[in-house]
């Protein structure tokens, strides 16, 4: 019988000039299939969220080495791109504007956002935390936001604005998030680590940032099922992962803003997406965490050509209306 995968929590990010995703603590955005029996499991606590690690076809001193320098390079790593921490690199460049000494991996991480910011054509932008901060606020209030107050922080977002020259540097009053892309570029960095140490067989899962490598337990590929955030408890889609990862972002906690409306909206207008839910699998973990960002807020069918026009990406979108889109990349 397939357990239940524990909780997981997704961090809040906003995505984009004209559109907002905010996924927090998100439960249950994926379901792993696969039976914990002849294999190791070990989950921690971090990047807001729980991390599992699962390992089959090894001894267990190897998977607990393994899994022991992976989430002590993914400790290492959420130090280094968070922005929820004062003294971490983001923490200087928001309070103080400039970052002088940028991390060989914030510079990774930032040249990455930068292509997803191109490629969706501005969707996923990652100087979206003044309006993440407004929205946040007005939510704990239990107040709308004022039209006037939304396009004073949207004048505030832009990343083509950010200095990425001699160091990094913003604008007064602008601020840099890169929660929408972090977490899977460390699930990748972690899966990078249980390789070199010497595991071929393995599943990592950040809060539904899904690294998966070699066979499970069973013999067969690992096997995650995306969960509709419409209809609690229904996964109307499970899809193999052997060498791939796999993100998913949307309205898996229905927070409102008025009382009425989903938090997942476009804030210029406060309507609510099509997309209750994206779905992206890829080479790469950091792609698919910020296309899935990205795609959360497109209109569908132009999150599906760009998934189409990118080299071994595929997109499931879940629609509100209750129907579902795939590229022809996706295959369950």
């Not at 054509?121 to 704990?140: H, K, M």
């Not at 890169?178 to 010497?198: F, N, P």
Request: proline letters at 5%; glycine letters at 10%.
């Amino acid at each position: 019988m397939p357990k239940r995968a524990t909780q997981l929590n997704r961090r809040s990010f906003l995505a984009g000039m004209g559109a907002l995703a905010g996924m927090a603590a998100a439960p249950s955005a994926v379901l792993a299939l696969d039976s914990a029996k002849e294999s190791y499991q070990q989950t921690a606590l971090f990047m807001g969220t729980v991390v599992r690690i699962d390992i089959a076809g090894a001894p267990v001193s190897l998977a607990e080495d393994g899994a022991a320098k992976a989430f002590a390079e993914g400790r290492r790593l959420e130090a280094v791109l968070t922005c929820h921490e004062a003294s971490s690199p983001l923490g200087v460049l928001n309070s103080q504007g400039s970052l002088a000494d940028v991390p060989r991996e914030l510079g990774a991480v930032m040249r990455q956002a930068a292509d997803i910011h191109s490629l969706s054509q501005g969707r996923f932008d990652p100087t979206v935390l003044p309006l993440l901060s407004l929205l946040r606020s007005a939510r704990e209030e239990g107040r709308r936001v004022e039209p006037k107050e939304l396009a004073e922080r949207l004048e505030l977002v832009g990343f083509g604005r950010v200095r990425r020259f001699d160091g990094l540097g913003i604008e007064s009053g602008m601020g840099v998030t890169l929660d929408g892309v972090a977490k899977g570029y460390i699930a990748q960095a972690m899966a990078r680590v249980l390789a070199q140490t010497g595991l071929a067989n393995y599943m990592v899962n950040a809060g539904g940032d899904i690294v998966a490598s070699g066979l499970s337990s069973s013999g067969a590929p690992w096997r995650v099922a995306v969960e509709d955030p419409l209809r609690a408890g229904a996964y109307p889609c499970a899809v193999s992962l052997t060498d791939r990862s796999l993100a998913t972002s949307g309205v898996y906690e229905q927070v409102l803003l008025d009382g009425s409306r989903s938090h997942l909206v476009i804030p210029a207008s406060q309507a609510m997406a099509d997309c209750v839910s994206a779905s992206v699998a890829a080479p790469d973990c950091a792609l698919a965490d910020a296309l899935a960002t990205a795609f959360a807020v497109m209109e569908p069918a132009k999150a599906v050509q760009l998934a189409d026009a990118i080299p071994g990406v595929g997109c499931l979108l879940l629609l509100r209306s209750g129907g579902s889109l795939a590229s022809r990349g996706w295959s369950a």
